[in-house]
């Protein structure tokens, strides 16, 4: 389908019978094309924002997502630390015992 020749159908249809420069469009005309306007621009505008709130709903489950991880990840460090903190007892252990072995 050719835009243009849907567009010059559609004026056709609209103005069929009206030579330019004659006959004026009614207001009452003129208020359901305004109304008909309004109508595709709130539509356009509930598009927009159901795009806005599943992409919205997306940033939220991959907050969420983060947010597991990052929990995983600082108990996975606290397990960490405490074996370090184990190794560095022992090692504390062996080094007192080297020194008290071959120092003294």
Known sequence: M???RDMRNN???LFDGIE???I???SSYSHE???HD???AMEGLQDRVNLLKRLSGDIHEEVDSHNRML???GNDMDASRGILSGTMDKFKMVSIWYINFFML
Request: proline share 5%; aromatic share 0%.
């Open 71 to 73: 929990d995983r990840m």
């Open 33 to 35: 094309i305004d109304e």
């Open 11 to 13: 004026r056709v249809a």
């Open 24 to 26: 004026r469009a009614s």
């Open 20 to 22: 330019e420069g004659g």
């Open 2 to 4: 050719n835009p243009r």
């Open 38 to 40: 309004n109508e595709r």
